[in-house]
């Protein structure tokens, strides 16, 4: 296809955008009702019909019935617009953006820094007069463009992306979401998913939170559904209404924000080579699959051809077909494309700088650690000298200070026992709970003798970069405290390689964690730790529901301390997991 088919007109100012927007605000809210019309018709009529065995009265034959139940289908029709509509559109924008966790670029971050730069350029070039950025901490690969909850343009990509992407496939995948906004895309996608978020958000609020730490992807919600009819009714609407509204879109339309992307960026090979390897990763983003029509690339794109049933209800064209026409704007092919992804990934892989397990120390050094540690652990054992009465009348213990406040059963009115002064009270009664207690609410540590120390060894923490993120880590026994919304970035981000010994414990780890014998013995087996920044005993659990690795997590803080090696061996595991993934889709 020649690329002059192809490429649209890009609009000459901002007005003629917001011109376009009125439009197809008009010409979706007429779909809308028209969907509605015909849903609520044939509703009423079913109803009617089962009606008219039982009562005459209600026969759709007869003048006066017919009348009322076109009157009655208007009627539900136009209220059922409005409310969808303008609850949608008010709404749903902040619901997708929720959905996906997306949140504001951090100025700190180098990467985020230079998707911020690249925004700006393009808004420049493009003649916006806004370009807002959005973060969505997931290690796939994908972006979207929307109208943010005040009507500004904006693109979202993924930590995966940002990862993965070099400057000049981030700029095109820019370029490729901010072509959507010009040629008027983006409004009526972002509207069309708000719609259909409306029965999505009924659909959430029917559900019951039991568990909700963080909405992070590493400490993961669970929801009781409550009224089973409804949410499948509501699910079942939102299907058949993006459905719907999917029909009138053409799948074209991805295709001219390619052209007008090479227009604005002048990288046709780079958009072909991102586009490409966010085929070939795993491209779904959990529950956000309803608002596929906004991604850059569907999680389904394996499956996309060009048949009738796909040309009908699919917004994206099959993958190969953009990166065949984007390879030819470039004078190249397919395979071109390909061999020029394995030559990038090689080279980046040689880049990587080479990280030593701890194993790999010098023997001096190792028990210079291990003597630090059994100093520290000895400190705090003399600080062990509380007892705490269960409801059975059974005496636990002795505890720490912050071991005792961080216990879930405790109260105020607990009794608790002072080994070191021999008094037993409620524990309201101690001036040191009080205290603790009080510090507690100005969120403030316990001790403050050992805030920003390691929990392990009470070495001073230090302020590093690791993978691009702002840790805290321990110089002596190398531990680090790592915030949990740092992870997904931590694991996308490929600056380090690993050497073969800390692969080998990824590997033993791997066949650990499938035994559940050998998990429990590593959950008892670690020592007490208490939060370098609150001062709370930090509970030990495993680091997710599928790498089942015992770490210390600080629920208060949203921190976890890996002891050495561990956040590695995690990364590790994790590559290897991809690895096994690329070869078998043949990459």
């Not at 050495?564 to 061996?569: F, R, S, T, V």
Request: one cysteine or more.
């Amino acid at each position: 296809m020649n690329e002059k088919k192809i490429r649209p007109e890009i609009p000459s100012a901002y007005w003629e955008i917001k011109q376009k927007q009125a439009r197809i605000s008009l010409v979706l809210f007429f779909l809308l009702f028209l969907f509605y019309l015909l849903t609520t018709g044939i509703l009423t009529a079913s109803i009617f019909i089962v009606l008219s065995f039982f009562f005459p009265a209600f026969n759709l034959l007869t003048t006066g019935v017919f009348l009322n139940f076109v009157t009655l289908t208007l009627v539900i029709s136009s209220i059922t617009t409005l409310i969808n509509f303008f609850a949608g559109k008010k709404e749903g924008v902040k619901f997708i953006l929720n959905n996906l966790r997306a949140y504001y670029p951090d100025q700190a971050d180098r990467y985020h820094r230079t998707l911020l730069n690249i925004l700006e350029e393009m808004k420049l070039s493009s003649g916006l007069p806004e370009l807002k950025g959005y973060i969505i901490p997931s290690i796939n690969l994908n972006s979207l463009s929307l109208l943010d909850v005040d009507g500004h343009p904006a693109v979202a990509v993924t930590e995966g992306l940002l990862a993965e992407a070099s400057r000049d496939e981030l700029e095109a995948v820019v370029a490729h979401e901010t072509a959507h906004i010009l040629n008027g895309d983006t409004f009526a996608l972002t509207l069309i998913c708000s719609l259909a978020a409306f029965y999505e958000k009924l659909y959430s609020a029917s559900q019951t939170k039991e568990e909700d730490f963080r909405q992070d992807s590493l400490l993961q919600t669970k929801k009781q559904q409550t009224w089973s009819p409804f949410i499948y009714l509501g699910s079942l609407f939102s299907y058949f209404l993006i459905s719907f509204l999917i029909i009138i879109i053409s799948r074209n339309r991805e295709l001219l924000a390619d052209a007008t992307a090479v227009e604005l960026s002048r990288h046709p090979e780079a958009l072909a080579r991102i586009i490409y390897k966010a085929h070939l990763a795993n491209s779904y983003l959990g529950e956000a699959s309803l608002f596929t029509p906004l991604f850059l690339v569907p999680p389904d794109s394996r499956e996309i051809n060009d048949s009738l049933w796909d040309r009908l209800f699919n917004t994206h064209p099959p993958v190969l077909k953009r990166v065949q026409l984007l390879a030819s704007m470039g004078h190249k092919t397919l395979k071109d494309i390909v061999e020029d992804i394995k030559q990038q990934e090689s080279s980046r892989q040689q880049a990587r700088r080479e990280i030593s397990s701890e194993t790999e120390l010098p023997e001096e050094k190792r028990t210079a650690i291990r003597q630090q540690k059994e100093i520290a652990s000895a400190h705090l054992e003399k600080g062990k000298f509380w007892l705490v009465k269960t409801a059975e009348n059974k005496w636990l213990g002795p505890f720490h200070l912050a071991e005792v406040v961080s216990l879930p059963y405790f109260t105020p009115a607990i009794r608790i026992k002072n080994l070191k002064d021999n008094v037993e009270a409620p524990a309201r009664e101690f001036p040191q709970i009080r205290f603790a207690l009080y510090r507690q609410i100005r969120n403030q540590p316990l001790d403050a003798g050992l805030t920003a120390r390691c929990p392990l060894c009470q070495a001073s923490l230090a302020d590093s970069f690791y993978e691009g993120v702002k840790i805290k880590h321990c110089p002596v026994c190398r531990g680090k405290l790592v915030n949990m919304s740092d992870l997904e970035k931590i694991f996308a981000r490929k600056e380090y390689k690993f050497s073969e010994k800390i692969k080998e414990q990824a590997h033993q780890w791997k066949q650990i964690i499938q035994e559940p014998g050998r998990r429990k013995k590593l959950l008892v087996s670690k020592r007490i730790a208490l939060c370098p920044l609150c001062g709370l005993q930090m509970i030990i659990k495993p680091f997710n529901y599928h790498l089942i690795i015992p770490v210390y997590k600080c629920l208060k803080c949203q921190v976890i301390w890996f002891e050495a090696d561990e956040l590695e061996i995690l990364q590790a595991i994790i590559e290897s997991q991809w690895k096994s993934s690329d070869q078998e889709r043949n990459l």
